[in-house]
Nanobody, 127 residues
């Protein structure tokens, strides 16, 4: 059972930056596509962005394009979410997730397609 642990959340002013990390417990992580999701207060969980196992493809939801960037270091079993130019509407609990299809090479937007989830990290952006 793969475990994912997010870190890096916190309180930041609008226009600021944060970098989230997601560390996986297993080396098989390097074979899987990853996603970042978020759940704003009182709202449904939504897709933020994703990255394929070999970093060949990244994809972002429109609201974060040009501001957020996903990267991964397979040697460290870690994926990152760099968030710049943060806005109050980015306030949410952020989750990383693994889609455990070996070498799939797809960024999937549907959260039901993901098999393992982190516990989430709170990001709060003040105006």
């Amino acid at each position: 059972q793969m475990q994912l642990v997010e870190s890096g959340g916190g309180l930041v002013q609008a226009g600021g930056s944060l970098k989230l990390s997601c560390a996986a417990s297993e080396g098989a992580f390097s074979q899987y596509d990853m996603g970042w999701f978020r759940q704003p207060p009182g709202m449904e969980r939504e897709f933020v962005g994703g990255i394929t196992w070999n970093s060949g493809t990244t994809y972002y939801t429109d609201s974060v394009k040009g501001r957020f960037a996903i990267s991964r270091d397979n040697a460290k079993n870690t994926v990152y979410l760099q968030m710049n130019s943060l806005k109050p509407e980015d306030t949410a609990v952020y989750y990383c997730a693994v889609r455990s299809r070996t070498f799939s090479g797809q960024v999937i937007l549907d959260p039901w397609e993901y098999d393992y989830w982190g516990q989430g990290t709170q990001v709060t952006v003040s105006s």
